[in-house]
């Protein structure tokens, strides 16, 4: 079993297998949320470094608590306060760490491609906590676990994926995954937040919502990005929330068990009511659960071992 | 070229003989609980279970019965490279405080699976004693851990192989 790569920076590369296998290993770990003891000595000795040069809680948080519970040691570091304000480069930053021996890099950047820039230039392994518009592997996995745990399947699945799919690394990692896993995608939103050409990676592009609604399994509610606002892509917020918030109303046009998702930070009120956000079809508090057992499978799966450098130097 | 350690009947009297070792020294059957080592300590684990419970005169649903996975416990994750092993279910459905735990294997050999079967054990609770039951003890220990039951104790240079009816459509332990 094996993922057959030392960094986990996107989901558009892994396969069908990699995917599957990667389902298939949540669930011991999920299994020991409920022991007396939660933690195992699986990464005992290793040292796993978050690095995020943007903010995050929720993210960075559930990776801690994931190494943690693997016995690794984890080292935060987050951009304000450390020598990256002095003007080091990444690949620096990335050096001095490994100098450090870190074992893991967990690294969040604003620009598409800074992980594989890390990766490329560091033994250890490099895992995309987010980066730029680019993709959030981590985050479409668990996406994906909890589908896959709520429906027992992903192929032939009806996913939606509504609001700003232009701006969403959550939303291209999800595409990724679930074509590849033979799931059906559409995407919602206006059209200003719909990238051109989306269609080319087999996904149906709806501009009404109520009409999107109806066939889906899954709706999957991306947050809209209030910082962007003033990039004047949307009129107004009334005006995207009269047509693209899901109310119990279009909810009630969904199929009666359709799952409700949203990967956080929940703006209540505009891209989801808070009467769906708190219904019985909303998952949302689920998913975080399932965060913190996808990537205690993903430091699993890269574990690096003693002959990992030998094995690479040998491939170069 | 493989010699045949235990055939059918040998087998079936291994088992046999562990559980009646078992019964005579757990006489109150109320606190005990049989607990298999993934994957064929459970096959092993679920033998001894029912011989016990025939020799006891209890229905086998009145002893509680987990399965426990020690791939996240392992002392050689570190030499696996890139192909980690496959972690399977660990399924613990009591309190194992306060019980006493017959941990099952096929075969004691190292004790190194036995060292981290303790320690999945302990993770869930402290039970009151833990005492270790194997088909075949077969010697080269690296950890000072020994079985209270066996179903055959020898030193074995070559590789153990146990195959049991339910995956492998027979009963027997060969020597590879």
């Known amino acids: 079993m094996s993922l057959n790569c030392k960094d986990l920076l996107g989901l558009e590369h892994l396969d069908?297998?990699?995917?599957?296998?990667?389902?298939?290993?949540?669930?011991?770990?999920?299994?020991?949320?409920?022991?007396?003891?939660?933690?195992?000595?699986?990464?005992?000795?290793?040292?796993?470094?978050?690095?995020?040069?943007?903010?995050?809680?929720?993210?960075?948080?559930?990776?801690?608590?994931a190494a943690k519970r693997l016995s690794a040691d984890v080292v935060n570091i987050s951009v304000g306060a450390s020598s990256v304000v002095k003007g080091e480069s990444l690949i620096d930053t990335g050096k001095t760490l490994e100098a450090m021996k870190a074992d893991y890099v967990i690294i969040r950047h604003s620009l598409s491609g800074a992980p594989e820039i890390l990766a490329r230039n560091l033994n250890a392994s490099?895992?995309?906590?987010?980066?730029?518009?680019?993709?959030?592997?981590?985050?479409?996995?668990?996406?994906?676990?909890?589908?896959?745990?709520?429906?027992?399947?992903?192929?032939?699945?009806?996913?939606?994926?509504?609001?700003?799919?232009l701006h969403s690394r959550v939303a291209k990692s999800n595409i990724w995954a679930l074509t590849k896993m033979g799931a059906n995608v559409a995407v919602a939103g206006p059209p200003t937040l719909i990238p051109p050409k989306i269609e080319s990676l087999g996904v149906k592009v709806y501009y009404d919502?109520?009409?999107?609604?109806?066939?889906?399994?899954v709706v999957n509610i991306l947050r809209i990005q209030l910082e962007r606002q003033q990039e004047n892509l949307f009129p107004s917020v009334r005006e995207?929330?009269?047509?693209?918030?899901?109310?119990?109303?279009?909810?009630?046009?969904?199929?009666?068990?359709?799952?409700?998702?949203h990967p956080g930070p929940m703006n209540r009120g505009i891209e989801i009511s808070s009467a769906v956000a708190d219904s019985s079809n909303a998952v949302i508090n689920e998913q975080v659960t399932n965060g913190i057992a996808v990537r205690m499978a993903v430091l699993y799966l890269l574990k690096p071992s003693k002959t990992a450098n030998k094995k690479q130097a040998a491939l170069n | 070229m493989s010699e045949i350690l235990l055939d059918a009947a040998a087998f079936d009297a291994a088992i046999k003989k562990v559980a009646k070792d078992i019964f005579?020294?757990?006489?109150?059957?109320?606190?005990l609980a049989v607990v298999g080592v993934q994957n064929k300590g459970v096959l092993i684990a679920k033998r001894f279970l029912s011989e016990l419970c025939k020799i006891a005169k209890v229905s086998q649903e009145t002893v509680?019965?987990?399965?426990?996975?020690?791939?996240?416990?392992?002392?050689?994750?570190?030499?696996?490279?890139?192909?980690?092993?496959?972690?399977?279910?660990?399924?613990?459905?009591?309190?194992?405080?306060?019980?006493?735990?017959?941990?099952?294997?096929?075969?004691?050999?190292?004790?190194?699976?036995?060292?981290?079967?303790?320690?999945?054990?302990?993770?869930?609770?402290?039970?009151?004693?833990?005492?270790?039951?194997?088909?075949?003890?077969?010697?080269?220990?690296?950890?000072?851990?020994?079985?209270?039951?066996?179903?055959?104790?020898?030193?074995?240079?070559?590789?153990?192989?146990?195959?049991?009816?339910?995956?492998?459509?027979?009963?027997?332990?060969?020597?590879?």
């Open chain 1, 16 to 65: 069908k297998k990699d995917l599957q296998l990667i389902l298939e290993s949540v669930k011991p770990f999920k299994s020991l949320f409920t022991r007396s003891v939660k933690k195992t000595p699986t990464l005992i000795g290793k040292t796993v470094v978050t690095l995020f040069y943007e903010p995050s809680t929720r993210t960075r948080t559930s990776f801690e608590i």
């Open chain 1, 126 to 165: 490099i895992i995309n906590a987010g980066d730029g518009f680019h993709e959030h592997p981590t985050q479409g996995l668990l996406d994906l676990y909890t589908m896959y745990e709520k429906k027992k399947k992903i192929e032939g699945l009806n996913v939606l994926l509504v609001g700003d799919i």
């Open chain 1, 209 to 217: 919502l109520d009409e999107a609604v109806k066939r889906a399994d």
């Open chain 1, 240 to 261: 995207y929330v009269e047509l693209y918030q899901l109310t119990k109303e279009r909810l009630g046009n969904a199929k009666p068990n359709v799952l409700v998702m």
């Open chain 2, 24 to 31: 005579n020294q757990n006489k109150n059957i109320a606190d």
């Open chain 2, 64 to 176: 509680p019965f987990g399965i426990l996975d020690i791939t996240l416990y392992r002392d050689d994750l570190d030499d696996f490279g890139a192909d980690m092993p496959l972690i399977k279910d660990t399924e613990i459905p009591f309190d194992i405080s306060r019980k006493n735990i017959i941990l099952v294997d096929d075969v004691l050999y190292t004790g190194r699976t036995a060292r981290a079967a303790l320690d999945v054990l302990t993770d869930f609770g402290r039970p009151k004693c833990i005492q270790l039951a194997v088909l075949v003890d077969r010697g080269h220990r690296e950890l000072p851990i020994e079985a209270r039951y066996a179903g055959v104790r020898k030193v074995i240079d070559g590789k153990v192989k146990v195959e049991c009816k339910e995956v492998d459509g027979r009963d027997r332990v060969i020597i590879l």
